[in-house]
């Protein structure tokens, strides 16, 4: 729709690592589409997935990721089916293995995964021919909430190569920094990297070189295009890496203070759940410069491109094997 002369070459939405430039601005290209759809009052719901069954499995408690999924599908005319695992056979011992090859012998198009252990996505894509997009896998990857950033931070400053982005907070424990180090550095951007030692971990610029880092977050702020703020993510042990709230909140929390040091156009922009009071000020999560709410609105877009580009990609392999397809090596498919 976007670019007809464009094909998108994966089966699967497994990370962001696996596209390139092309890849991505054609998502974004795609989305920017969507966006005019869902703005349309008289034609929100199209029937691109018509007649498609898109599977939301999600093993993790989610609020945004599944409602934009689950949205974003209805908008398609997609029949969505929800699974909640806490209420599954899983909760009775079955084994994921299980859980796969019962969603395969129901024949659904598209899965929409959440889950705690990296690369069970890659897992679950070698053993069912649907088309498996990674809603976020333990602290590897969450690819569609990197393409809303993009888009959102696209759309503010109509470009994205050139920018200088500094990520700020629990580095250490996040999918989004990962999928975001993976996009921004294949757009064109300057990422930095922001927080205290222990949660940064050194080995970070073995993948990503050009990824600066910081400990200083007042010092970096006036270079700043966009701040992407983190939550510290205590239910994976961050209270252990620093020696309080407060203290946390003293050096890394974005407040008025430090906007005062900032450009005046500055994006503040945060993947969610806020922990207001310690990353973030409600002052500044909801002051002029704040695209947070612009990202959930975006979300349902970007992920109406991404199941509209599978779909359709989709179609080319009904025949083929899901063990043996080449994107579980990071490798594009061919005609």
Same mark, same amino acid.
Request: some cysteine.
């Given at each position: ?106 024949? *659904? ?33 969450? *690819? ?7 888009? /959102? ?9 050139? %920018? ?18 993976? %996009?921004? /550095? ?10 205290? *030692?222990?949660?940064? *971990? ?90 947070? %709410? ?42």
């Amino acid at each position: 729709m976007a670019d007809s002369q464009y094909n998108f070459p994966f089966r699967h939405l497994l990370g962001i690592e696996q596209l390139c430039s092309q890849d991505i601005a054609a998502i974004l290209n795609q989305a920017k589409v969507f966006e005019e759809v869902c703005e349309n009052r008289d034609a929100k719901i199209i029937p691109a997935l018509q007649k498609k069954i898109v599977v939301n499995l999600f093993f993790e408690n989610s609020t945004r990721t599944r409602n934009s999924f689950e949205i974003a599908e209805r908008r398609l005319s997609a029949n969505v089916l929800n699974f909640d695992a806490a209420s599954s056979s899983l909760s009775k011992g079955e084994t994921l293995i299980d859980t796969a090859t019962n969603l395969e012998a129901m024949h *659904p198009d598209i899965i929409v995964m959440r889950h705690s252990a990296p690369g069970a996505h890659v897992f679950m894509a070698r053993h069912v021919r649907a088309s498996i997009v990674n809603a976020g896998d333990g602290a590897h990857e969450h *690819p569609t909430q990197a393409l809303l950033d993009a888009y /959102t931070m696209r759309e503010r400053f109509g470009r994205l190569d050139g %920018l200088k982005v500094a990520i700020v907070g629990d580095i250490r424990n996040s999918r989004v920094v990962r999928s975001n180090l993976w %996009l921004l /550095t294949k757009m064109g951007a300057s990422v930095t990297l922001v927080g205290p *030692p222990t949660l940064i *971990p050194t080995e970070i610029k073995e993948t990503w070189p050009d990824a600066k880092l910081s400990h200083d977050f007042d010092e970096i702020i006036p270079g700043m295009d966009a701040l992407m703020m983190l939550r510290c993510q205590f239910e994976r042990g961050t209270g252990t890496y620093i020696p309080s709230q407060g203290e946390y909140a003293r050096h890394y929390q974005l407040n008025a203070s430090r906007m005062e040091k900032a450009k005046k156009d500055i994006a503040v922009l945060h993947p969610g759940p806020l922990n207001r009071g310690v990353e973030i000020t409600s002052e500044v999560a909801d002051g002029p410069n704040s695209l947070i %709410l612009k990202q959930v609105t975006n979300g349902v877009p970007v992920r109406m491109a991404v199941l509209y580009m599978l779909s359709t990609r989709a179609n080319d392999y009904e025949q083929a094997s899901p063990t043996n397809c080449c994107c579980l090596q990071n490798k594009k498919c061919q005609e």
